[in-house]
């Protein structure tokens, strides 16, 4: 307490957090080296009010050192230090009860990873972090069977994808000469492909946690296939929509058979029946003649294209499903 | 040995970040900032979802723009030559705006007031007092991209969602509550959608030529 108060006092606002957490580890060092659990519980109480200092003081810290914010020098090192506390509680022997806190040390840092990356890179831009830290943490989590870290990516995806679409594909900007909605949307579709890519076909996990692994590959499949359906209901006009999601099909049925990908092939399918659907419901009655015979001819010359595909190499096909 | 080497490595980063805070200009700020703004995005996020459950078409919109409009006559007489030169101004920056459905209405009030707003369905009025403060036409479309850009955003109409939402499923006692909650709700991120006007805005004012921010801010709604 007195060596807190004393930071908190003596110490400039930003670095207060960064004592607070020198403090912590070195309670929870000395708590393991001399098996002092009332340190390590002590320890963990730090932390606590370390996470909760970098919320009142540092996110929104406007201080910088040689143009790099103090944002960085105080989040990451915090960061650094909850992965460290995590392996440290991973490798010692300790009761049960320590062995799950220390589990929230694992997700205490994606937590100050997405607030970091909201604070840093702004509001608008950071959805475009969020999607490059789901997809560092998700092949991280397959890597060292880290079922912790799939958990977190699962849910930043769709916080990603919730984000991109209530706020970028809404904002009328522009991001390094492109366009906001088309980068961010690009950015976050790619990511959520590559993830879809690493997903290993057979995972043999068990119990609810291994069943939401197994169907990883479907869900990232899934939230690609549809921000990009959203991305390119906002980006393409009216008129073109359905020419525009005809050829997304297309492309998924393009990538569904050399990646022997089920879900894209039925994402194809699901996509053209939309098409279909959306042609005679609203286009034939909404649309300008030209879009509508124009949207009737692509989309009519993309079913008997795929349609004539399927019958001429049905053999072939075979071998890919 | 190895746990050893890890413990310094990070306490060492720590001082090290440390430090080099220390020789930086430093903010003294504490404040619950950071939560507001999350609190802010989440709602808005939040808010989204229920404003896309309950959008209205845009005809409806019109409807309810023009029973409003009608309301709004009696407040006071109509310029008719003013409003046909608002009307030709307004006219000239339509080409940009996202929803094509809605028709823009234009129309000036014979009021001392400096001030002008925008109403759903594409009512936009502007008050004698504003136009003579104005000094140029520059500055009076960037107040007109500025309402037509309200109009485009949905921010007139969203005011009106739930409770036209309510309404329809026979709660209408209810709806003045859900208005009444909803702007308190949007108050925590309207910062936001200024922004996003703005952005929408400056597209618009760029091409009618540059105008003094500072006079077009102060007068505006």
């Known amino acids: 307490m007195f060596a807190l108060t004393l930071g908190w006092l003596v110490l400039p606002a930003p670095i207060v957090a960064l004592a607070w957490a020198a403090t912590s580890l070195i309670l929870l060092e000395l708590g393991f080296t001399f098996s002092l659990p009332r340190f390590r519980a002590m320890s963990n109480g730090v932390a606590v009010l370390v996470i909760a200092r970098l919320f009142l003081a540092n996110f929104t810290d406007l201080g910088n050192t040689l143009h790099i914010s103090h944002r960085l020098f105080t989040v990451v090192p915090v960061i650094v230090s909850e992965y460290y506390v995590w392996w440290r509680c991973r490798q010692a022997s300790v009761d049960q009860w320590e062995r799950t806190w220390a589990r929230l040390y694992l997700y205490a840092p994606a937590v100050l990873s997405v607030a970091l990356i909201r604070f840093e890179l702004g509001r608008s831009i950071a959805v475009i972090g969020c999607p490059l830290l789901e997809l560092a943490l998700y092949r991280f989590g397959w890597r060292r069977e880290l079922v912790d870290l799939r958990w977190q990516s699962y849910a930043i995806a769709l916080l990603a994808g919730w984000r991109c679409r209530s706020t970028n594909f809404y904002i009328p900007e522009s991001l390094m000469g492109i366009s906001g909605r088309l980068l961010a949307g690009a950015i976050v579709v790619a990511c959520f492909y590559r993830a879809q890519l690493i997903s290993p076909r057979d995972s043999q996990g068990s119990g609810t946690i291994g069943r939401i692994d197994r169907h990883a590959r479907t869900f990232y499949a899934l939230l690609a296939a549809l921000l990009l359906a959203v991305l390119l209901y906002y980006q393409v006009s009216g008129g073109m929509l359905t020419v525009a999601w005809g050829m997304e099909g297309l492309a998924l049925l393009g990538a569904g058979f050399p990646l022997r990908d089920r879900v894209q092939r039925l994402s194809r399918l699901f996509l053209f029946l939309m098409c279909v659907l959306k042609l005679f419901l609203s286009d034939l009655r909404q649309l300008e003649t030209v879009h509508r015979i124009i949207s009737f001819v692509v989309l009519g010359v993309i079913l008997v294209s795929v349609s004539w595909v399927y019958t001429r190499f049905h053999d072939r096909i075979l071998r890919y499903l | ?221």
Not at chain 2, 2 to 18: D, E, M, P
Not at chain 2, 173 to 188: K, M
Not at chain 2, 190 to 198: C, D, P, Y
């Open chain 2, 1 to 221: 040995m190895k746990q050893r080497a890890y413990f310094f490595g990070v306490l060492g980063l720590i001082g090290l970040c440390g430090g080099a805070v220390a020789l930086g200009d430093l903010d003294p700020n504490v404040n619950l900032d950071s939560a507001r703004q999350i609190r802010a995005d989440v709602l808005r996020n939040v808010d989204e979802l229920g404003l896309h459950a309950t959008r209205i078409p845009a005809h409806k919109e019109m409807e309810l723009g023009d029973q409003i409009a009608g309301e709004i006559r009696r407040w006071g007489p109509v310029d008719p030559d003013a409003t046909r030169y608002v009307n030709a101004v307004g006219q000239g920056i339509l080409g940009n705006v996202n929803r094509k459905a809605i028709r823009y209405h234009f129309h000036v009030i014979q009021s001392p007031q400096i001030n002008a707003f925008a109403i759903p369905g594409g009512h936009v009025y502007v008050l004698t007092g504003l136009l003579e403060f104005l000094q140029s036409e520059a500055e009076l479309a960037a107040i007109l991209g500025h309402e037509i850009s309200h109009v485009d955003l949905r921010h007139c109409v969203e005011r009106y969602q739930y409770q036209l939402a309510l309404e329809k499923v026979g709660a209408g006692d209810l709806a003045s509550v859900a208005g009444l909650a909803h702007g308190l709700v949007a108050i925590g991120y309207s910062q936001g959608r200024n922004l996003r006007r703005t952005l929408r805005e400056s597209g618009w004012r760029s091409k009618r030529g540059t105008i003094r921010t500072r006079q077009w801010r102060c007068s505006i709604e």
